[in-house]
T-cell receptor
Framework: NAGVMQNPRHLVRRRGQEARLRCSPM?????VYWYRQLPEEGLKFMVYLQKENIIDESGMPKERFSAEFPKEGPSILRIQQVVRGDSAAYFC????????????FGPGTRLTVT | SQQGEEDPQALSIQEGENATMNCSYKTSINNLQWYRQNSGRGLVHLIL?????REKHSGRLRVTLDTSKKSSSLLITASRAADTASYFCATDRNFGNEKLTFGTGTRLTIIP
């Protein structure tokens, strides 16, 4: 059973470009979470999605950031017009359902904005 | 704001010794979990303790939870070099697995 997959593992973007980060949850998992980790810090919650629904986006910046989890395919975290402050590691986690307390994390995507 | 704060921020011990890390949080919780993160990697789930539990064991790990003090501790016994990593506590507040709130982490170094 493959774990949570994220790609790319490393992404370099110039200021003003768009970044698209992909997350494929574990097989059978329908809940996806995105977290951001700045250097030397803990993870900060961004958004929680189920298939075709955003459940909680309280941690998402109001502008430039969006997330989706379509019926088919991976979840996408999209950052438009990236700025240097967006440089961070972005982790995706999945869980089997709402009542499962354990989240399984992917290896992360390290975004560098130059 | 950060829900959890780990203490100490960094800890170095000799291989074979026990390592104790603490986590404090501010609001009521449903569950508290501990995760390990090796440098540059994703998080690995270690153990979950529910708010109505006081202590839990898993192999060389022992977790305690004191809801009156809003604190938890993670004890790793007989440490090994492979235990070198950052350790984070994470809490959730609602019934059902929604967002986790992470602490700032303890960086543990095991000296061979």
């Amino acid at each position: 059973n493959a774990g949570v997959m994220q790609n790319p593992r490393h992404l370099v973007r110039r200021r003003g470009q768009e970044a698209r980060l992909r997350c494929s949850p574990m097989k059978g998992h329908s809940h996806v979470y995105w977290y951001r980790q700045l250097p030397e810090e803990g993870l900060k919650f961004m958004v929680y999605l189920q298939k075709e629904n955003i459940i909680d986006e309280s941690g998402m910046p109001k502008e430039r950031f969006s997330a989706e989890f379509p019926k088919e395919g991976p979840s996408i975290l999209r950052i438009q017009q990236v700025v240097r402050g967006d440089s961070a590691a972005y982790f995706c986690a999945s869980s089997i359902d709402r009542n499962s307390y354990e989240q399984y994390f992917g290896p992360g995507t390290r975004l560098t904005v130059t | 704001s950060q829900q959890g704060e780990e203490d100490p921020q960094a800890l170095s011990i000799q291989e074979g010794e026990n390592a104790t890390m603490n986590c404090s949080y501010k609001t009521s919780i449903n569950n508290l979990q501990w995760y390990r993160q090796n440098s540059g990697r994703g998080l690995v789930h270690l153990i979950l303790i529910r708010s109505n539990e006081r202590e839990k064991h898993s192999g060389r790990l022992r977790v305690t939870l004191d809801t009156s003090k809003k604190s938890s501790s993670l004890l790793i016994t007989a440490s090994r070099a492979a235990d070198t990593a950052s350790y984070f506590c994470a809490t959730d507040r609602n019934f059902g697995n929604e967002k986790l709130t992470f602490g700032t982490g303890t960086r543990l170094t095991i000296i061979p």
